[in-house]
T-cell receptor
């Protein structure tokens, strides 16, 4: 079984400041890692995913994440946020050898960007 | 290409009733997954359908069921509704190629179900 912990439920940040959202996971098997964003009254949109290779993954809208296998972490960062980045962010994992899709999500981190 | 569509967007039912939610995946996508989102439990996986067969299942009671049609459209049914079933139900589709678990899932806007 897998579990995902997002260490901050809410993160207030000023516009143009950097932000880091922390994600730790637990799994007895190897997993793929994902970050999704949910804007108000919308579904989820993929920001980035780690499958293999370089541990630094770049995604859309200037976001990047670093996979750390020894710490079982996959933290998301953006060097300079915009008002439009106000949303809820979800970290998720999926077992590599699973047949098909079965995402396990963290509890989410609400990011509020202040002017 | 049109995105994932879900109907209806909002639904109000009373306890004991049943409900059917519909999901149309992105054209060419063969896998459809369903998730329940609530403030208390967060996002939880319900089940995944591929080629009209349930391929993965989460830990939900048998009142929750689904099916997939030959055109990949999917429906989800909840029988004997309980107050705790009030949630946003999200559908996601993916290509479901050989690397299924790594596929990007594309989510619809969800159906907001309120049980009174």
């Amino acid at each position: 079984a897998q579990s995902v912990t997002q260490l901050d439920s809410q993160v207030p940040v000023f516009e143009e400041a950097p932000v880091e959202l922390r994600c730790n996971y637990s799994s007895s098997v190897s997993v793929y890692l994902f970050w999704y964003v949910q804007y108000p009254n919308q579904g989820l949109q993929l920001l980035l995913k780690y499958l293999s290779g370089s541990t630094l993954v770049k995604g859309i809208n200037g976001f990047e994440a670093e996979f750390n296998k020894s710490q079982t972490s996959f933290h998301l960062r953006k060097p300079s946020v915009h008002i439009s980045d106000t949303a809820e962010y979800f970290c998720a994992v999926s077992p590599i050898k699973a047949a098909g899709n079965k995402l396990t999500f963290g509890g989410g981190t609400r990011v509020l960007v202040k002017p | 290409k049109a995105g994932v569509t879900q109907t209806p967007r909002y639904l109000i039912k009373t306890r004991g009733q049943q409900v059917t939610l519909s999901c149309s995946p992105i054209s060419g996508h063969r896998s459809v997954s369903w998730y329940q989102q609530t403030p208390g439990q967060g996002l939880q996986f319900l089940f995944e359908y591929f080629s009209e067969t349930q391929r993965n299942k989460g830990n939900f009671p048998g009142r929750f069921s689904g099916r997939q049609f030959s055109n990949s459209r999917s429906e989800m049914n909840v029988s004997t509704l309980e107050l705790g079933d009030s949630a946003l139900y999200l559908c996601a589709s993916s290509l479901a190629g050989s690397g299924g678990a790594s596929d990007t899932q594309y989510f619809g806007p969800g159906t907001r179900l309120t049980v009174l």
